[in-house]
């Protein structure tokens, strides 16, 4: 089955600790997102990658850290400091940038 | 700056109706919208891409409109059921380098 997978689905965080969220596509996507999702409020972009080995900042990088060294994977790192972590976190993809963006299930990371 | 706008943010109707769902962008320089529906807890679905040539979108019950000139999109959706009720979320991709911009989604509550 082709599509987005990310792990975990929940995710519990001590303060001060670093984690890492999961993303793997094989759709072949050149293009990777990471967004966070708040109630009541549109999706915010944390990074984007648009190819392998490059990956640019969005509105909201501060307190996160990505890499791409593969194609088909793109994690997302929550540091200690990002003070306000607690979110629901998604993933997506797209053939390039300009294409129809699809996305992973979602981790809900929550800070304890 | 591109702002997107969804009104009203939650809509409950009984089951059987049509109805519309509206999204308003301020820029009208994007290069393509689409919709998406996310059921609670979960990712995004993506239900219809318009390309900004393009005026209209059809998939089965599904029809989205664009209007760039005006900056409205509609998705209207025929003959409502119950298993429609879900979060509808429409995204503009900017003609300048192609980043999504959100809408804060509508609530959508279908009565049996």
């Known amino acids: 089955d082709g599509g987005i997978t990310q792990s975990p689905k929940y995710l519990f965080r001590k303060e001060g600790q670093n984690v890492t969220l999961s993303c793997e596509q094989n759709l072949n996507h050149d293009a990777m997102y990471w967004y966070r999702q708040d109630p009541g409020q549109g999706l915010r972009l944390i990074y984007y990658?648009?190819?392998?080995?490059?990956?640019q900042k969005g509105d909201i990088a501060e307190g996160y850290s990505v890499s791409r060294e593969k194609k088909e994977s793109f994690p997302l790192t929550v540091t200690s400091a990002q003070k306000n972590p607690t979110a629901f976190y998604l993933c997506a993809s797209s053939a390039n940038s300009n294409t129809e963006a699809f996305f992973g299930q979602g981790t809900r990371l929550t800070v304890v | 700056k591109q702002e997107v706008t969804q009104i009203p943010a939650a809509l409950s109707v009984p089951e059987g109706e049509n109805l519309v769902l509206n999204c308003s962008f301020t820029?009208?320089?994007?290069?393509?919208l689409q919709w998406f529906r996310q059921d609670p807890g979960k990712g995004l679905t993506s239900l219809l891409l318009i390309q900004s040539s393009q005026r209209e979108q059809t998939s089965g019950r599904l029809n989205a409109s664009l209007d760039k000139s005006s900056g409205r999109s509609t998705l209207y959706i025929a003959a409502s059921q119950p298993g429609d009720s879900a979060t509808y979320l429409c995204?503009?991709?900017?003609?300048?380098?192609?980043?999504?911009?959100w809408g804060a989604g509508t609530k959508l509550i279908i009565k049996p």
């Open positions: 990658s648009q190819i392998v080995n490059d990956f």
């Open positions: 820029d009208s320089a994007i290069y393509n």
């Open positions: 995204a503009v991709r900017r003609s300048s380098n192609y980043q999504l911009i």
